[in-house]
């Protein structure tokens, strides 16, 4: 077992290139991740990495090595994955992102229900509305709002999600009513953005009388916080381009109001990421299908 464990921090440390980093994503200290390193260091008799203050670069060796370690760590999975298929017993932990909204509002409150049912599997779940990587930071699956990036991966489809555009009726007081996307285009409103370090331009995917069309809206506040959006737009600082689940209620108390309904944005696609080789294991498997079924179960309530 130790050695598995220095294969594993091995393979962290150069998907990383960071051994604090790998530490982390292993749930260990990085004396005890430099300590495992230097151990299979030793029993393989040559230097995986060069070290200095500033970086930690895998050596030919260490390159050599790590397509090996990968596939050894693989073929235990599946063999894992196997067994636990057979005794119909899934265990271990499986690592999960989500966006704010939805893991919040649909994910969250599920994962005690299904250790209720699985007890032998935990769940570490972070939430962030950044873009994820799923190999660079280790997860079994991610949740997504919108079009994923990578396809190398599996997706699977959950369903579609009406956005709306809406303010508070006391920035409309202030600002005016938009009647479209070109209204918005005018300088007359203020939109409040989420966007993300190295994003360089952000656009609304407005349905049009022509068809669908991006428009380059602006404003004074942007944030990679959806929460942080929303409760701006309550505050009168502007409008939200948003998921109706996300803002349902303050709809339905009038705290908020749509917008721009002449040029309603695209509807936003919600499903899961997860790697190819995760298809087999059955708690992986086990997690996404209640968690299918649960978000539809829930967004079905809000229609």
């Known amino acids: 077992m130790s050695y598995i464990k220095q294969l594993k921090i091995f393979v962290r440390v150069y998907e990383l290139g960071n051994m604090s980093a790998a530490a982390r994503d292993q749930r260990v200290s990085p004396a005890v991740a430099s300590s495992r390193i230097a151990e299979l260091e030793n029993h393989l008799g040559v230097r995986l990495f060069n070290r200095t203050t500033r970086s930690l670069q895998a050596t030919e060796q260490g390159r050599l090595f790590y397509d090996g370690a990968n596939a050894v760590l693989a073929a235990i999975d599946a063999a894992e994955a196997t067994v636990a298929e057979h005794t119909k017993s899934p265990r271990g932990s499986i690592f999960v992102a989500a966006p704010l909204g939805i893991g919040r509002r649909f994910i969250a409150p599920s994962v005690p229900k299904f250790k209720e049912e699985y007890p032998e599997i935990d769940v570490r779940l972070r939430l962030s509305d950044r873009n994820i990587d799923l190999t660079e930071e280790g997860l079994d699956i991610a949740f997504f709002l919108g079009v994923p990036e990578d396809s190398s991966h599996r997706i699977r489809s959950i369903t579609e999600c009406t956005r709306v555009l809406c303010a508070s009726p006391e920035y409309l007081e202030k600002r005016g009513m938009p009647n479209n996307g070109d209204d918005l285009l005018k300088g007359k409103h203020d939109c409040l953005a989420l966007r993300?370090?190295?994003?360089?331009?952000?656009?609304?995917?407005?349905?049009?009388?022509?068809?669908?069309?991006?428009?380059?809206?602006?404003?004074?506040?942007?944030?990679?916080?959806g929460s942080i959006l929303t409760d701006w737009a309550l505050m009168g600082y502007g409008i939200i381009n948003k998921p109706v689940f996300e803002v349902s209620e303050h709809l339905k108390t009038g705290a908020l109001v749509p917008v721009a309904q002449e040029t309603p944005p695209s509807s936003v696609f919600l499903g899961c990421l997860y790697p190819h080789k995760k298809h087999q294991d059955p708690k992986v498997r086990l997690f996404i299908d209640y968690m299918v079924a649960n978000c539809k179960a829930e967004l079905e309530k809000l229609a």
């Open 196 to 225: 993300f370090p190295g994003q360089r331009e952000f656009q609304w995917l407005l349905n049009t009388a022509d068809g669908p069309k991006r428009f380059a809206v602006t404003g004074p506040f942007e944030s990679d916080h």
